[in-house]
């Protein structure tokens, strides 16, 4: 299994960029795929996720501005960003937690990370 990201580049502030993540392997059964952020010196922050029932869960620095999508037949997850500000610079990384079945802890799946840079 790899998680394969892309996406990411340059963008003014204000401006859109979407993210994509592909699975190129199998998982058999996903409990949820998200998106996660890092800047240098900070810990990885969990930036929006989607949950298999399809809920999602967004941080408050992106409610309103980013949508996580996905699709988990083709073990797809997006992020459209917009309205983009010069904070939201860093790494992006996506995720996905694989339900291993009962009793049996989450493995979770790290995609290798785009860099989005936001200038003003």
């Known amino acids: 299994v790899q998680l394969q990201a892309s996406g990411g580049g340059l963008v003014q502030t204000g401006g859109s960029l979407g993210l994509s993540c592909v699975n190129t392997?199998?998982?058999?059964?996903?409990?949820?795929m998200g998106w996660y952020r890092q800047t240098p010196g900070k810990e990885r922050e969990l930036v929006a996720r989607?949950?298999?029932?399809?809920?999602?869960n967004y941080a408050d620095f992106v409610k309103g501005r980013f949508t996580i999508s996905g699709d988990s037949a083709q073990n797809t997850v997006y992020l459209q960003m917009s309205s983009l500000r010069s904070e939201d610079t860093a790494v992006y990384y996506c995720?996905?937690?694989?339900?291993?079945?009962?009793?049996?802890?989450?493995?979770?799946?790290w995609g290798q990370g785009t860099q989005v840079t936001v200038s003003s």
């Open positions: 995720r996905t937690n694989e339900d291993r079945g009962a009793g049996k802890a989450e493995y979770v799946y």
């Open positions: 989607i949950n298999s029932d399809g809920s999602t």
């Open positions: 392997g199998t998982i058999a059964r996903i409990n949820r």
